[in-house]
């Protein structure tokens, strides 16, 4: 069964290939991804060699707390991360370099890749996120002597027939993890539906809420306030994490805020930087004036538009309200909470699948769902009226998400566990 895998993942891999090389998620890194690594790409002896991999960038920020912990019960640790996308591997290397030993483009989960990676890397710990459950490189590194595990684990529903039909076709990838900590209890009731051993399986929460940036003090919030031009008294609205078809309803709501409240400025942050030009072309046909981050000397613009990686958890300190991106459209969401750690309230729309524990958390303690953009202008124009509403929310946002955290503690004394015996 495992055999019909291997030829399926290489046919697949065949098909898929001219995609992935000219995608702008995966085109960079292909000898990396084939499972090649030159000399200086991995750090050489340390014990334990512990492989902390995320697909993305808010995957290997959710992983991050568990780096100083980890390094703090094994100081001879290496640790090294992998992600999938360009953009995880650019943020790994901006923001994570002073926490870990290398960051490096995960192998294709084919049979030569991952088992070519394995031996580059050689793993004593190997932990997966959320869903990066892939088998060929499951079954490499448990057959090196690795031990697995999968934190902040989640099955969607709408998948579990998928994934059942596709572990009776090949075996069961699960029963190579040694550890799965799961996110909420439903999560733990799905993966031990699928076939993972009772006795491997934990609720420990979300790491991401410990991943959360809290301010730091004003001096920062005004050199990026000098950045974009802005003056100290105007109001800002930032938009976080927009997608592609979310812009344009925006700015037609910014368009009708400005009639009530002309100091208001916009700062919108794709989500994909490469996004910024065409959506400077947005602004511009809606008669407004844009600015680029990226600009070394920025006109005093309407519009700016974050081109930067790295600077949007910072940009929110700026911000007198925020909105998330990724929920005008069927995306299902972008991180709300990362906001709300800043102190600021927060309003997202109504597609927010992939993040229903953080709406949970949030809704009525300082974020705010809309079902429109006319209901955003609604109550945005309310909550713009009422200085005092918008400081007690931000206020309650901030205190919501310290009540969450804890998480990244709790995988680590989990995953000692594993690796005494290294």
Not at 104 to 119: E, K
Not at 228 to 237: D, G, I, L
């Amino acid at each position: 069964m495992r055999l019909l895998y291997v030829l399926l993942s290489y046919l697949v891999f065949a098909i898929a290939l001219p995609v992935l090389c000219l995608h702008r998620k995966t085109r960079d890194g292909l000898r990396q991804r084939l499972g090649f690594y030159r000399e200086g790409d991995l750090p050489s002896g340390g014990a334990p060699r512990i492989w902390l991999h995320g697909a993305s960038a808010g995957d290997l920020l959710a992983l991050s707390p568990m780096i100083d912990r980890l390094r703090a019960r094994f100081p001879g640790a290496r640790v090294i991360l992998s992600t999938i996308t360009n953009t995880g591997y650019l943020m790994a290397k901006e923001r994570l370099a002073g926490k870990i030993d290398a960051v490096i483009f995960a192998p294709w989960d084919l049979w030569g890749a991952t088992r070519r990676a394995i031996r580059a890397v050689k793993p004593s710990l190997l932990v997966l996120e959320y869903t990066e459950i892939w088998p060929n490189l499951i079954r490499a590194a448990h057959r090196s002597g690795a031990r697995l595990a999968l934190t902040n684990g989640r099955f969607s529903p709408a998948a579990m027939g998928r994934y059942k039909l596709l572990f009776t076709l090949i075996g069961n990838p699960l029963a190579d993890i040694d550890l799965f900590l799961m996110r909420e209890q439903d999560e733990a009731e799905r993966v031990l539906a699928l076939g993972a051993p009772r006795e491997r399986v934990f609720v420990t929460g979300n790491t991401k809420f410990d991943a959360l940036v809290p301010p730091e003090g004003a001096a920062e919030d005004a050199d990026l306030r000098a950045a974009f031009n802005m003056p100290a008294a105007a109001r800002v609205w930032i938009a976080g994490s927009t997608h592609e078809g979310e812009e344009e309803l925006l700015l037609q709501v910014y368009q009708r805020l400005l009639h009530d409240f002309a100091d208001l400025r916009l700062v919108i942050a794709p989500r994909y930087i490469d996004r910024a030009e065409r959506i400077v072309s947005l602004i511009h046909a809606a008669g407004l004036s844009a600015g680029l981050r990226s600009s070394r000397n920025p006109s005093a613009a309407q519009v700016v538009v974050l081109d930067s990686i790295g600077e949007l958890a910072r940009a929110y300190r700026l911000a007198t309200f925020v909105f998330v991106g990724g929920s005008f459209t069927t995306r299902g969401g972008q991180n709300i909470l990362e906001p709300a750690a800043q102190g600021r309230p927060v309003l997202f729309g109504p597609h927010m699948e992939n993040f229903r524990d953080s709406v949970q958390v949030l809704v009525g303690r300082g974020g705010i769902q809309v079902n429109d953009p006319d209901h955003l202008h609604r109550v945005v124009t309310e909550l713009l009226s009422q200085p005092e509403e918008l400081r007690l929310l931000g206020e309650l946002a901030l205190a919501t998400v310290g009540q969450v955290s804890g998480a990244s503690e709790r995988n680590v004394d989990c995953l000692v566990g594993l690796l005494k015996p290294a």
